[in-house]
């Protein structure tokens, strides 16, 4: 059975990305782009003669009918640059998506951030999660400087993948494939483990980052704000919104501020301190029952949910206009053609 920490643990493992030092992806690309083009070079001055030859004469056999014939297929994979909104709750709809493979499962999970949107697939049955995230045009990703680093190419864009395995039964791993798919924009497959890694990573991290196109679905959530009092800080400064699925139940949450906001479809858990420790008080407001880790987190149960509100850095927030911001939210049901538009989801 999943409790709070379970799931709070799950939350923090979807953000995060691998974390050792990191070094510039740019400079990978650098010297990937500097060895291609030196092929390039030494291989242009013996083709051409020949392609002009060949090229005349394909000319002279087809004359003027060109068009005739099935012209070259179009790019593949990501094909445009995702542009920076003026906040995360502008977005409408995901800038990407995942073409279907029997390698993975794409996952319910999204989050939209200052800087990438990003999702989850899962490998195989029962493998470990992977994170997909595509930047900002203008901000990029950093690899580790640790670990094993190889060029490769995805769906003909320059990229590099890191690998470290370590551990006396190599029981921890963890890798990101990064790739420039068009100019000053990133794209990032990453994922960590501490089990044995699956077999031939790499290439199941490129079957991953090749199904990447653009282009994505409507964003929906589970939870509808009301006007936040005064003293909390206003929706507009939001900076981070998602939504995902853990074991069977939904996580949401939205970084408001210097304050977090969320609430879970796994409902009758313990309001918890960040330590660990157990509700410091409780109490019934509106007829529903709830937390108060004082100092740190309010909660209220609304019947088909769990909601909070952490406020650690604002200890200075009346308890009463978080209570009642906690109280006024809509909870949609599980089936998710109730959920929200983002627009109205955020009082929009």
């Avoid at 050792?20 to 001055?45: E, M, N, Q, T």
């Avoid at 002009?52 to 297929?73: C, F, K, M, Y």
């Avoid at 901000?139 to 400087?145: A, D, G, V």
């Avoid at 939001?238 to 409902?267: F, M, N, P, Y």
Wanted: net charge negative.
């Amino acid at each position: 059975m999943t409790n709070e920490l379970d799931v709070m643990r799950r939350l923090v493992d979807y953000h995060d990305h691998i974390s050792p030092p990191r070094v510039s992806l740019a400079d990978d690309l650098h010297r990937g782009r500097r060895r291609a083009r030196r092929r390039r070079g030494l291989l242009a001055g013996g083709v051409a003669l020949g392609l002009a030859s060949v090229i005349a004469a394909v000319s002279l056999l087809t004359g003027n009918r060109a068009a005739d014939h099935p012209q070259p297929a179009g790019p593949i994979g990501l094909t445009t640059p995702l542009v920076a909104p003026q906040s995360p709750l502008d977005v409408r709809r995901m800038g990407f998506h995942l073409d279907p493979k029997p390698a993975f499962e794409v996952t319910d999970d999204w989050a939209i951030e200052r800087d990438l949107q990003q999702t989850n697939v899962q490998l195989g049955d029962g493998g470990p999660v992977l994170n997909v995230a595509v930047y900002y045009q203008g901000r990029s990703p950093e690899l580790q400087s640790t670990g094993t680093r190889d060029a490769v190419t995805v769906n003909g864009h320059a990229g590099t993948y890191v690998e470290e395995i370590r551990g006396a039964g190599e029981d921890y791993w963890g890798a990101t494939l990064a790739w420039e798919y068009a100019p000053d924009s990133w794209a990032e497959v990453s994922g960590r483990g501490l089990t044995t890694p699956p077999a031939d990573l790499r290439s199941k991290f490129l079957e991953v980052a090749e199904a990447v196109r653009s282009g994505g679905p409507t964003l929906r959530v589970p939870v509808r704000l009301a006007t936040l009092p005064r003293s909390l800080p206003a929706i507009g400064t939001a900076h981070s919104v998602s939504v995902s699925d853990v074991d069977g139940q939904w996580l949401w949450w939205l970084e408001v501020g210097d304050i977090s906001i969320w609430a879970t479809s796994r409902v009758g858990g313990e309001c918890l301190g960040s330590d660990g420790s157990p509700q410091t008080a409780a109490f019934t407001y509106r007829g529903h029952p709830g937390c108060l880790v004082a100092g740190e987190r309010i909660g209220l149960h609304l019947g088909n949910a769990d909601v909070f509100l952490d406020y650690g850095p604002r200890p200075e927030l009346p308890t009463e206009d978080m209570k009642r911001a906690l109280a006024e939210m809509t909870v949609a049901s599980d089936d998710r053609a109730t959920w929200f538009d983002l627009k109205t989801a955020l009082g929009g």
